[in-house]
């Protein structure tokens, strides 16, 4: 059965700290990493990682994939309260999302 | 706003009744996914479809099924409600099965 595991599961950190979460999977017929930011309801894309060392980089978010290691990490550098949310890492394969069950990251001004 | 639209928002029933869950995808989208997300197993994969035709199953009950409609809008139909069926539904869509999914609003359940 196909597993992804978040750490920590939950964080407090101040404001401009840097925060790094971290996710390993096991899925099987590995196609994708994704990550997710899950505020109040819906979880919104953050980012897709399909070839391993190789960086994303959005603002003040990015990822990088370890495919040999079949770990992901994401991180925030200058937090801010706005970031406050549920982060979900998910492996991709064929046909379907298999999600971590989140790390709750909670930034105090 | 993804651009995937859910109804309705909320929707309390009882034990034993049958619900439908509506679900259209963004545009140009023919993959449309469903989840069930509740407090102790987190979001769960229950079922996706392809351009009208089922792909993938995962955790989901024989009480449920769905379908996707030539217009690729979709259906979650959960009959014989329990109350641990109470959670989030989510569909989520994307443009084939091996892009990123975009998330709709979701559907909170409560069988009382």
């Known amino acids: 059965e196909d597993k992804v595991v978040q750490s920590p599961l939950s964080l407090v950190v101040h404001e401009g700290d840097t925060v790094t979460l971290n996710c390993s999977y096991e899925?099987?017929?590995?196609?994708?990493l994704l990550w997710y930011k899950q505020e109040k309801k819906a979880p919104t894309f953050l980012f897709m990682l399909?070839?391993?060392?190789i960086e994303k980089k959005s603002g003040r978010l990015s990822s990088i994939l370890d495919k040999k290691e079949l770990f992901s990490i994401l991180n925030i550098t200058a937090t801010q309260t706005g970031d406050s949310a549920v982060y979900l890492c998910?492996?991709?394969?064929?046909?379907?999302?298999?999600f971590g069950k989140g790390t709750l990251l909670t930034v105090n001004p | 706003d993804s651009g995937v639209t859910q109804t309705p928002k909320h929707l309390i029933t009882a034990t034993g009744q049958r619900v439908t869950l509506r679900c259209s995808p963004r545009?140009?989208?023919?993959?449309v996914y469903w989840y069930q997300q509740s407090l102790d197993q987190g979001l769960q994969f229950l079922i996706q479809?392809?351009?009208?035709?089922?792909?993938a199953k995962g955790n989901i009950l024989e009480r449920f099924s769905a379908q996707q409609f030539p217009d690729l809008h979709s259906e979650l139909n959960l009959s014989s409600l329990e109350l641990g069926d109470s959670a989030l539904y989510f569909c989520?869509?994307?443009?084939?099965?091996?892009?990123?999914?975009?998330f709709g609003p979701g559907t909170r359940l409560t069988v009382t």
């Open positions: 989520a869509s994307s443009v084939d099965q091996w892009r990123e999914q975009y």
């Open positions: 899925v099987t017929n590995f196609r994708s």
């Open positions: 399909t070839s391993s060392g």
């Open positions: 998910a492996g991709g394969s064929n046909y379907k999302l298999t």
């Open positions: 545009s140009g989208d023919l993959s």
């Open positions: 479809y392809y351009n009208g035709e089922e792909r």
